[in-house]
């Protein structure tokens, strides 16, 4: 927590916040936590990723300015317990991302930084070197072993990918990062998700979490896609992931939750987690961050609070309220993926 009268100003937005929740309001206080897309470019063609179909390929895609994203740190300060520097493109292409952690650092050092990465960069494993003391979750996109790998991840290559995440998490032994792997199941790889597991349980990477996919903003699926998550297939595949998990004892292994209702209000991010392009714009999710599409206001012009309580997007929330989902949000697994059911029981991220 931040401290002198900043502490007044932290507890009093937390008590603001939970007033607003109380009333019904669709107003929101200053944000607990954001994400800061510093770029949408990618090195990698990875056939999950939405950048990659019809939104991607009309996106105006650039890098953060670092004068901007201090001043939206500066706004968000100190009310502010998480911030995420990360979207759709490889964060370690933001060649001003060392300077970002550490500007954040000279707020508050117990502010949570994360990031995402997809250990593709030649000098991948410098640029962790560079930051490992001033961020507190690295993730890995981990989405197979060998040759799914490469079927999946395009461009990517498993044996640099291999090396470089073993290098990176032999670094972060000792330091305040935390390594850990996503793996997003599809038809491609959901049969390699044990053998990711063993995967990790060799590197040194102690967390895994899998997410199925979500065809929210990729023009190429419907949601018939998710019928393969309620297959014996996808299940028993699963469960071959957890027995493997509970074999090795050295690997958490979480999912996304799949066995609760669907719906718009099960989504928590009109709410929290906001999203600002590299661009500026508020977008309404990190799921389909597309300002062309749909956004409710610039933050850099006009400040995120005045963004995040604009008519449009108290309007977003009051649909939240009744629980009707807009048109935006259609094929998002939050609502189209009904709950699996399945015979064994994981820990839900």
Same mark, same amino acid.
């Given at each position: 927590?931040?401290?002198?009268?900043?502490?007044?100003?932290?507890?009093?937005?937390?008590?603001?916040?939970?007033?607003?929740?109380?009333?019904?309001?669709?107003?929101?206080?200053?944000?607990?936590?954001?994400?800061?897309?510093?770029?949408?470019?990618?090195?990698?063609?990875?056939?999950?990723?939405?950048?990659?179909?019809?939104?991607?390929?009309?996106?105006?895609?650039?890098?953060?300015?670092?004068?901007?994203?201090?001043?939206?740190?500066?706004?968000?300060?100190?009310?502010?317990?998480?911030?995420?520097?990360?979207?759709?493109?490889?964060?370690?292409?933001?060649?001003?991302?060392?300077?970002?952690?550490?500007?954040?650092?000279? =707020?508050?050092?117990?502010?949570?930084?994360?990031?995402?990465?997809?250990?593709?960069?030649?000098?991948?494993?410098?640029?962790?070197?560079?930051?490992?003391?001033?961020?507190?979750?690295?993730?890995?996109?981990?989405?197979?072993?060998?040759?799914?790998?490469?079927?999946?991840?395009?461009?990517?290559?498993?044996?640099?990918?291999?090396?470089?995440?073993?290098?990176?998490?032999?670094?972060?032994?000792?330091?305040?990062?935390?390594?850990?792997?996503?793996?997003?199941?599809?038809?491609?790889?959901?049969?390699?998700?044990?053998?990711?597991?063993?995967?990790?349980?060799?590197?040194?990477?102690?967390?895994?979490?899998?997410?199925?996919?979500?065809?929210?903003?990729?023009?190429?699926?419907?949601?018939?896609?998710?019928?393969?998550?309620?297959?014996?297939?996808?299940?028993?595949?699963?469960?071959?992931? =957890?027995?493997?998990?509970?074999?090795?004892?050295?690997?958490?292994?979480?999912?996304?939750?799949?066995?609760?209702?669907?719906?718009?209000?099960?989504?928590?991010?009109?709410?929290?987690?906001?999203?600002?392009?590299?661009?500026?714009?508020?977008?309404?999710?990190?799921?389909?961050?597309?300002? =062309?599409?749909?956004?409710?206001?610039?933050?850099?012009?006009?400040?995120?609070?005045?963004?995040?309580?604009?008519?449009?997007?108290?309007?977003?929330?009051?649909?939240?309220?009744?629980?009707?989902?807009?048109?935006?949000?259609?094929?998002?697994?939050?609502?189209?993926? =009904?709950?699996?059911?399945?015979?064994?029981?994981?820990?839900?991220?």
């Amino acid at each position: 927590m931040p401290g002198g009268v900043n502490f007044f100003r932290y507890t009093s937005n937390k008590m603001y916040a939970w007033y607003l929740k109380r009333i019904g309001s669709t107003k929101v206080a200053h944000p607990s936590s954001i994400m800061l897309e510093v770029t949408n470019h990618c090195n990698l063609k990875c056939i999950t990723c939405p950048r990659e179909y019809q939104y991607g390929e009309d996106m105006d895609k650039g890098f953060m300015d670092i004068k901007q994203l201090k001043k939206v740190i500066d706004e968000v300060y100190p009310y502010v317990d998480s911030i995420g520097l990360t979207g759709l493109g490889e964060t370690l292409m933001y060649k001003q991302l060392p300077e970002a952690l550490k500007y954040i650092r000279s =707020k508050n050092k117990g502010i949570i930084t994360t990031i995402s990465i997809n250990a593709h960069l030649p000098n991948s494993i410098e640029i962790v070197k560079s930051i490992a003391d001033d961020l507190d979750t690295l993730q890995i996109s981990m989405d197979g072993v060998g040759e799914t790998y490469e079927n999946v991840r395009l461009r990517g290559e498993f044996k640099l990918f291999y090396d470089n995440v073993k290098a990176i998490v032999e670094y972060c032994k000792d330091k305040r990062a935390d390594v850990m792997f996503n793996f997003v199941a599809i038809k491609e790889n959901y049969f390699n998700m044990a053998e990711v597991v063993e995967a990790a349980s060799e590197l040194g990477v102690d967390y895994i979490n899998i997410t199925p996919f979500n065809v929210a903003a990729v023009t190429a699926h419907d949601i018939s896609y998710y019928d393969f998550f309620h297959s014996e297939a996808f299940k028993n595949e699963l469960q071959r992931a =957890k027995d493997k998990a509970d074999e090795l004892k050295n690997v958490e292994l979480t999912l996304w939750d799949v066995k609760s209702k669907n719906e718009f209000k099960k989504c928590h991010l009109p709410w929290g987690h906001f999203y600002i392009s590299w661009d500026g714009y508020a977008t309404p999710c990190c799921a389909k961050p597309f300002p =062309k599409e749909l956004n409710f206001g610039h933050v850099f012009d006009d400040g995120l609070l005045k963004c995040l309580n604009s008519p449009g997007y108290r309007q977003f929330r009051q649909l939240w309220y009744e629980n009707k989902t807009p048109k935006f949000c259609e094929k998002c697994h939050m609502v189209d993926l =009904k709950p699996i059911d399945l015979p064994f029981e994981l820990p839900v991220n």
